[in-house]
């Protein structure tokens, strides 16, 4: 049972492209959630979802977007990479919004 | 909106000396209370939570919690820390609607 899984671990991009990061969970948990950590900052929420096909901002949902077709996926896609959005991004899920979340491996994004 | 403040940003310790990290919130509504931990080079784990009922909270490796309410704080404590225990330590609670709020994190390091 692989739980959560995020692909690609480790990228690499130049600014202006666009990038996308993948998230898969198997638990079938309701909600899901992208953070990115940078240090200083702690875990900042940029956008999460209660259910498939819907969505909701976070603090910091500027220059990302989210879509979530199915249950088990939920991927990240910076539409136009800037170096401000170099960090690490971790994808969560849980069975409510407010009850604990489960974390996955994390993505660091190098934006060059 | 939910704020959560954990005080110490960096704390460093001996082994055996007895921790107590300190997380205060904001929220004076019903919280749901969280202490999650992240080892170097790995994703976050949660430590323990509180939902309601006793406010003396034990987790996982000698780590408890105890929730204040007219304090609005959650402060996480140990007897006695290990090497093996240095890692970032981060508190989170519920917002207003269903997310949790993580605070900005405490570096522990313990010397051997």
């Known amino acids: 049972d692989a739980g959560i899984t995020q692909s690609p671990r480790y990228k690499i991009t130049e600014t202006g492209r666009q990038v996308t990061l993948m998230c898969h969970q198997t638990?079938?948990?309701?909600?899901m959630f992208w953070y990115r950590q940078d240090l200083g900052h702690g875990l900042r929420l940029i956008y999460y979802s209660a259910a498939a096909d819907i969505t909701d901002k976070g603090e910091v949902p500027d220059g990302y977007v989210v879509s979530r077709s199915k249950t088990e996926n939920f991927p990240l896609t910076l539409e136009s990479a800037t170096r401000s959005q170099t960090s690490v991004y971790f994808c969560?899920?849980?069975?409510?919004?407010?009850?604990?979340?489960?974390f996955g491996p994390g993505t660091r994004l190098t934006v060059t | 909106a939910q704020s959560v403040s954990q005080h110490n940003h960096h704390v460093i310790l001996s082994e055996a000396a007895s921790l107590e990290l300190g997380c205060n919130y904001s929220y004076g509504g019903t919280v749901n209370l969280f202490w999650y931990v992240q080892y170097p080079g790995q994703h976050l784990q949660l430590l323990l939570k509180?939902?309601?009922?006793?406010?003396l909270v034990k987790g996982i490796k000698g780590f408890e919690a105890e929730f204040i309410k007219s304090k609005f704080s959650f402060n996480l404590r140990k007897p006695s820390v290990q090497w093996s225990d240095t890692a970032e330590y981060f508190c989170a609670v519920n917002d207003a609607d269903d997310k949790i709020i993580f605070g900005k994190g405490t570096r522990l390091h313990i010397l051997p």
């Open positions: 509180y939902f309601s009922g006793d406010p």
């Open positions: 969560a899920t849980g069975l409510a919004g407010q009850n604990e979340q489960y």
């Open positions: 638990w079938s948990h309701s909600y």
